[in-house]
C-alpha cells in the first residue's frame, strides 16, 4: 500500500497536507475558503452556470443548484414544481436574468424542444418516422 506524502499545502492555512487533499482537516471542518473561491459558482460542460447551495432540495449530491432553478423560484416566490421546467428564451443557458426564463410544464418544454418522442431538437417541418409513400 502507497503511503500519502505530504508534498502539498493547504490552501487556506499552508499547513503541510496529504497530495490528494486540498485543505488541512481543521480548515475542511471549519468551512474555511481559500483566497480564490468565487462563492461555488461555475459554468458546467453542458452550459448551465451551478451555484453552492446544499440545503437546497433541488441540490446535487455535492450540494450544488442550477442558477437558474434559484431565480425562477425567486421570481415566483415559491418552489420550482418536479413537473416544471425552466426554458431560457434566448437559449443561451448561462443567460439567467429573470426576463429570460420562463416556467413552464415538463411535457410544455419537451414539445418546444421536440424531444417527446425522443428526437433531439428537429427543424420546424420535420415528422417523425415520416414514411415516404412509394
Not at 443557458?93 to 429570460?100: G, Q, S, T, V
Amino acid at each position: 500500500m502507497d503511503r500519502c506524502t505530504l508534498n502539498k499545502r493547504c490552501l487556506v492555512c499552508q499547513r503541510p497536507i496529504d497530495d490528494r487533499a486540498s485543505h488541512c482537516p481543521s480548515c475542511w471542518k471549519l468551512g474555511r475558503k481559500p483566497n480564490n473561491w468565487k462563492g461555488g459558482r461555475y459554468k458546467t460542460p453542458k452550459g448551465y452556470m451551478v451555484v453552492h447551495g446544499p440545503g437546497h432540495p433541488r441540490a446535487n449530491q455535492v450540494g450544488q443548484v442550477s442558477e437558474h432553478i434559484l431565480v425562477a423560484e425567486k421570481l415566483l416566490g415559491r418552489p420550482i414544481g418536479v413537473d416544471e421546467a425552466i426554458h431560457h428564451l434566448n437559449g443561451i443557458r448561462d443567460d439567467n436574468r429573470p426576463e429570460n426564463l420562463r416556467v413552464m410544464s415538463s411535457l410544455e418544454h419537451k414539445k418546444l424542444h421536440g424531444t417527446l418522442f425522443g428526437f433531439g431538437q428537429r427543424r420546424r417541418g420535420t415528422v417523425p418516422n415520416e414514411r415516404k409513400s412509394s
